[in-house]
C-alpha cells in the first residue's frame, strides 16, 4: 500500500495577540437562588393563605385567580431558575 504524503507545511495559527474575544462576558450570578427561593416562597405563601383565609385574602377582588398568581409566581421561580449556572 502506498505511503501517504506527510504535510511539510504547518497549520497556521493566529497569534495570541490578535485573536479576538469571544463576546461572552461571564457575570456575578449570585442573585438568582435568592430570588428564585423567594418567588417559590411568595407563590407558595399566596396560595396558602388564599385558602387558609377562605379567599378573602390576599386580594378578595381577584376571586379565584389569587390561585393564578400564586402560581405565576412560582413559574417566574422556574424562570429565574433558568440562569443559574
Known amino acids: 500500500m502506498p505511503k501517504s504524503r ?11 495577540s490578535s485573536r479576538q474575544a469571544t463576546g461572552i462576558k461571564l457575570t456575578n450570578r449570585s442573585w438568582v437562588a435568592p430570588v428564585m427561593l423567594a418567588m417559590f416562597v411568595i407563590g407558595l405563601a399566596w396560595i396558602v393563605v388564599f385558602y387558609v383565609t377562605d ?30 449556572k
Not at 506527510?6 to 495570541?16: E, L, N, V
Not at 376571586?63 to 429565574?80: L, R, T, Y
Open 6 to 16: 506527510i504535510r511539510k507545511k504547518a497549520d497556521y495559527t493566529p497569534p495570541p
Open 55 to 84: 379567599g378573602s385574602l390576599p386580594i378578595d377582588a381577584l376571586d379565584n385567580w389569587n390561585i393564578v398568581v400564586g402560581f405565576g409566581f412560582i413559574a417566574a421561580g422556574f424562570g429565574v431558575s433558568t440562569q443559574w
